[in-house]
């Protein structure tokens, strides 16, 4: 285990987990070895880390893409989208039986509800998932997945919001010439006819 990996920040590994391209994407295999190198493989058992990576990104992402579609109509959302969720805190899974003998969900009777506990880096992460749900945007200029700090941010860093205003001001600044220039040219038709008469 790498330093890296010994300080493990959930959200840090959601936001790098779904920008993970698609498995069919030429540069997914680097990427997911960068991942896995940076992040680990989040469960242990994992063999085959690579396309369980991938396909854990991928149903994020469509997860993400219901529950935008769910705040806008929230009878757009056909039935159970968050299987899984409920694969990764399966506390019956034949595999993990022996490694979790703790489920995920439990029980606190104090405060009269269920608290989970993360039992390894997936669950801290899909826990994370569920947490920031709503604070989680894709940047307007980039596409890349990032999670909010305050409702009204929609870049993914500086240099995207830095870029992206760059572009508006010379945009408006093309069609503000574009207006004075046309306006200069009614003018300039105005005085011609006013000469003529």
Request: charged fraction near 30%; include cysteine.
């Amino acid at each position: 285990m790498t330093k890296e990996q010994k300080m493990f920040d959930p959200r840090t590994t959601l936001i790098d987990l779904l920008n993970l391209p698609e498995e069919d994407d030429p540069t997914f295999q680097r990427r997911a070895e960068e991942f896995v190198l940076r992040h680990g493989t989040l469960r242990e058992q994992f063999t085959e880390a690579l396309p369980i990576l991938a396909k854990i990104a991928s149903e994020f992402r469509i997860l993400w893409n219901f529950g935008m579609l769910a705040t806008r109509d929230p009878q757009a959302v056909p039935g159970r989208q968050s299987a899984i969720l409920d694969v990764i805190f399966d506390p019956l899974s034949a595999n993990r039986a022996k490694e979790y003998p703790v489920p995920a969900v439990r029980p606190n009777f104090l405060t009269g509800e269920f608290e989970v506990y993360p039992r390894d880096p997936l669950d801290a992460v899909a826990l994370e998932y569920m947490r920031s749900r709503k604070a989680i945007h894709r940047c307007e200029r980039c596409s890349r997945f990032f999670i909010k700090t305050f409702s009204r941010e929609r870049y993914c860093s500086t240099n995207c919001g830095t870029e992206s205003r760059t572009e508006a001001q010379r945009e408006w600044m093309r069609s503000f010439r574009a207006q004075q220039k046309q306006g200069q040219q009614k003018s300039k038709r105005g005085k011609d006819k006013g000469r003529k008469s």
